[in-house]
């Protein structure tokens, strides 16, 4: 499974980003992480691929929504209000197994994803 990122920048406070991650290959659940400097990857937000099943984390609700285009196999993040806290590098994730897929939020919050994309870097100035 092969995953590129896409549509990280620089925002000013307030603002919107939409990141795309296009999906090389099956899987059953993607997420998307972030990594800021000096602190550890959090968690971000979590979907079935194909299902109605979405997790956010808490720093995500209300302002982050990730969604699935079946027609081009990708998954994408909409962030709207968007701080300067959320400024990091963001991952996309990928896994194929539906046993795991199905404790999506336990998934997403340990970060038990078996394909990684490269990142694309999130500024919020």
């Known amino acids: 499974v092969q995953l590129v990122e896409s549509g990280g920048g620089s925002v000013q406070a307030g603002g919107s980003l939409r990141l795309s991650c296009a999906v090389f290959?099956?899987?059953?659940?993607m997420g998307w992480f972030r990594q800021a400097p000096g602190k550890e990857r959090e968690g971000v937000a979590g979907?079935?691929?194909?299902?109605?099943?979405?997790y956010y984390a808490d720093s995500a609700k209300g302002r982050f929504t990730i969604s699935h285009d079946t027609a081009k196999n990708t998954v994408n993040l909409q962030m709207n209000s968007l701080k300067p806290e959320d400024t990091a590098m963001y991952y996309c994730?990928?896994?194929?197994?539906?046993?795991?897929?199905?404790?999506?939020?336990?998934?997403?919050?340990?970060?038990?994803?078996?394909?990684w994309g490269q990142g694309t870097q999130v500024t919020v100035s």
């Open positions: 290959g099956y899987t059953d659940c």
């Open positions: 979907i079935l691929v194909g299902g109605d099943s979405t």
């Open positions: 994730a990928a896994d194929p197994s539906i046993v795991r897929c199905r404790l999506l939020p336990q998934v997403v919050a340990a970060g038990n994803f078996a394909y």
